[in-house]
């Protein structure tokens, strides 16, 4: 009995809002997908996605966190987080491949493409299928990211790119890559002289070849560039500024993608201990564990919700140390609740099953959580630079 | 009135007047004093209404909630002051609760004014037994018992839970100081013997259970709350003294195995503050407000344990004098682990809850 949904037309009234929301959901959402999902990948796990962002495409929630002027919404902060919160609820999958495109990408244009660039490529997103990648690290530049060495040479109305980057999400399938370069190797400060740039991944000279991961998924890709050609226009900002537009790209890491993954799992937590009502749960040690781990998970979640509350109150002025310690807490907490899982409900966790895509680090699948947990304390800045960070940004102890 | 009093205006206040009056260096020569209370810095905090801050405003108090007495007790942890406030604010609820008017009048305006100081016998202590018209026996390990002069006891008459307000200096009461390792505390076993008893002195709750969850839920905060103050305050002493400290022809703060230990501590302390502030955000009553509190307890207190224990570590030498601050903070960290419920006997009640819930 399929009926049409306004969900967007609820917004002043949370609990409508709420309750369209939920009856879409309970219709559209897809079902099963979690057995369906985990036994596809590439271009067939490409569809399935493809199948629910056009649901929430339908409604109005295929990127419910953008501004109406470019294809979203425009919906209210609280209503973001709202939606967020209902997906997580409902347990929908997340958009997969779809990650960049959908945050990283229009973090970054937002704030710093041009008015061409903001019209080409943010509707492939809005309308189209458009899967983005970020080229920010390389084999020399990990978490010392700004001794990147790819060299980006301008040559008339092009600049000529020459490199390799590596840990590329999604890469293996992107349409287009936001991509660091050095136009400038001979500065004081090896931040200056980066640029950022919009790389067509259809661009000759370029190969991507997957990464194998412990989890036994390819997700990361490295990228190889020999003499790629990118057009001027397709430069971000101003030559040499790359490295500041850079932190627009890695701040949307740190609200709320963040606070969906930690709803998501605040979920799953729930049914763990349910499931366990027979099992762990009447051992009083594991017991008493997970109800120190609840104490860890909320303590995450209040600051994740102090933050979106500073945000929705003010973007200018929320506090720019909170998303650092979000990091630093959420990572080991995730790796030591998973950790414990597999000493609670033992042998049978450590029997391999292919991932389930959709689920972030909430699949329910013992070993592949844990696994996939580093996921949080190395990438988007290893938590040891973010303990350098807090120590010596915020704390002002000197510099080693 | 309540409305109207912001709690950061209201928690600078606290800290203001606690710096100054109450500076490390008279934290750290403090233990030699071997007194109860500062007496003197008592007189002070009772003149600038501290003690009526959850008295109600119907009683001559400042009508405040949990975020108040939250603020409170995070600043009394920062400064590791020696004032026995958590005892009188617990009897300010429960005679609140459970006292009639009368026993309202008396007990609430020297509560108030501070001219009074009580204590409150904390779970699991046994009851004491009421059933004649004297009380004997002994209430063991009373917080605040040694400073107060009016003493809230536990008791059982024909089955039901009673709270008895017997006056420190009742003919046939002895208290016996036990002292501590934390001295900005203390604690004490009150001893009856055939001390006469008036039904004045005899407070009936009318939802006995309902009202100790609620006295452990305002201990359980007030404890996370100050241990709050006290890791975020030995912390900073320590990033101090790290930036000072040279060895190896530098400052020990530009070791980066020194460095990320800290960087640890202070990201774990902001994670605690957020359940401090929404346990004190909630209204009493309900599963959740007291699953809030206990979780800001067991998880708050064993945060600032830890940081403290590493902060003596990081002082080096030093740390294990007398002379530098860590010690006090460590102290009064292990205490507040210690009162009011351990971790494990909290951690099984929260694993209840979340079952139940």
């Known amino acids: 009995m399929s009926r049409t949904y306004d969900i967007l037309g609820k917004v002043g009234n949370e609990q409508a809002f709420r309750q369209e929301m939920r009856d879409w959901l ?16 590439d271009s067939a796990l490409k569809a399935e996605v493809v199948k629910w962002l056009t649901e929430r495409r339908a409604v109005g929630l295929g990127t419910p966190h953008w501004p109406k002027e470019w294809g979203g919404p425009g919906l209210p902060f609280a209503y973001q987080i709202m939606v967020y919160e209902e997906f997580s609820r409902a347990d929908a999958p997340e958009l997969e491949m779809f990650g960049i495109s959908l945050f990283h990408t229009p973090a970054t244009l937002f704030e710093h493409g041009t008015q061409a ?24 530049a990990g978490s ?9 040479v301008l040559q008339g109305d092009h600049y000529v790119i020459n490199g390799q980057k590596i840990w590329s999400s999604g890469a293996y399938h992107a349409d287009y890559c936001l991509l660091l370069a050095r136009t400038d190797a001979n500065v004081a400060r090896k931040h200056d002289g980066i640029s950022y740039f919009i790389m067509d991944m259809k661009t000759p000279g370029i190969e991507v070849r997957p990464i194998n991961q412990i989890t036994g998924e390819a997700h990361f890709a490295e990228i190889f560039m020999d003499d790629v050609k990118i057009p001027v226009a397709n430069l971000i900002g101003a030559e040499g500024n790359g490295w500041n537009i850079a932190q627009s790209t890695l701040s949307t890491e740190r609200g709320l993608l963040i606070f969906g993954e930690v709803e998501r799992l605040a979920r799953s937590f729930q049914l763990d201990g349910q499931d366990a009502r027979d099992n762990w749960m009447r051992d009083v040690q594991f017991r008493r564990e997970y109800a120190a781990l609840y104490g860890e998970l909320q303590s995450v979640r209040l600051m994740i919700k102090k933050l979106l509350i500073e945000l929705e109150a003010n973007p200018d002025k929320a506090s720019p140390t909170l998303p650092t310690y979000i ?8 790796q030591r609740y998973t950790e414990f899982l597999l000493r609670a409900e033992g042998l049978q966790t450590q029997k391999w099953q292919p991932a389930i895509p959709g689920t972030s680090h909430s699949s329910r699948l013992r070993i592949n959580d844990f696994l996939n ?15 350098n960070i807090i120590s010596e940004r915020i704390l002002g102890l000197p510099k080693g | 009135m309540s409305e109207q009093i912001d709690i950061g205006v209201l928690s600078e206040s606290f800290n203001e007047f606690l710096s100054a009056e109450w500076p490390r260096e008279k934290a750290v020569a403090y233990p030699r004093s071997n007194a109860p209370y500062a007496a003197d810095l008592w007189s002070e905090i009772s003149a600038l209404g501290w003690p009526a ?8 108090g400042l009508g405040m909630g949990t975020q108040a007495t939250a603020a409170l007790h995070e600043a009394l942890g920062y400064a590791a002051a020696p004032l026995p406030l958590l005892g009188t604010m617990l009897a300010v609820a429960l005679v609140e609760a459970a006292g009639s008017d009368v026993q309202k009048e008396v007990l609430l305006s020297g509560l108030a004014d501070g001219s009074t100081r009580a204590c409150v016998s904390q779970p699991p202590d046994t009851p004491l037994n009421v059933d004649g018209q004297t009380l004997n026996g002994t ?15 536990r008791a059982d008459r024909a089955g039901h839970v009673v709270w008895l307000a017997i006056p420190a200096d009742a003919q046939g009461v002895s208290i016996e100081r036990a002292l501590l390792a934390d001295t900005t505390r203390s604690i004490g076993s009150v001893t009856l013997k055939n001390v006469s008893l008036d039904s004045v002195h005899i407070l009936v709750p009318k939802n006995p259970i309902a009202l100790e969850n609620e006295l452990l839920r305002l201990a359980a905060i007030a404890l996370a709350a100050d241990a709050l103050g006290g890791g975020n305050a030995v912390l900073v002493a320590t990033i101090e003294y790290l930036k000072v400290r040279e060895q190896f022809g530098r400052v020990i703060g530009s070791f980066q195995a020194l460095k990320h230990r800290v960087a640890d501590h202070k990201a774990a302390l902001e994670a605690a503050r957020g359940l401090v502030e929404f346990a004190a955000g909630m209204e009493g009553g309900t599963p959740h407000a007291l699953l809030a509190a206990l979780t800001a307890k067991q998880h708050v207190t064993r945060i600032a344990a830890e940081v403290a224990r590493d902060c003596i570590q990081l002082h080096g030498g030093v740390g294990f004098t007398s002379e530098y601050v860590p010690h006090i903070y460590l102290k009064r960290a292990k205490l507040n682990e210690a009162l009011f419920g351990t971790r494990s006997v909290l951690l099984d009640r929260i694993a209840d809850m979340l079952e139940a819930a």
């Open chain 1, 144 to 152: 010392d990211l700004a001794s990147l060495r790819t060299s980006a």
């Open chain 1, 373 to 387: 947990s580093y996921g949080w304390t190395i990438a988007g800045g290893s938590n040891e630079i973010m303990r």
């Open chain 2, 53 to 60: 801050l959850s008295v109600s405003e119907a009683m001559g």
């Open chain 1, 117 to 140: 660039q903001k019209d080409k490529y943010l509707t492939g997103i809005t309308e189209g299928t458009d899967i983005w990648c970020q080229g920010f690290s390389e084999p020399g």
């Open chain 1, 327 to 334: 990091k630093v807490t959420w990572g080991p907490f995730l």
């Open chain 1, 26 to 41: 309970a219709e559209k959402a897809p079902k099963n997908w979690r057995q369906i999902w985990q036994n596809v990948r």
């Open chain 2, 139 to 153: 209430v063991a390990n009373v917080l605040d018992a040694p400073s107060a002069s009016i003493l809230l006891l």
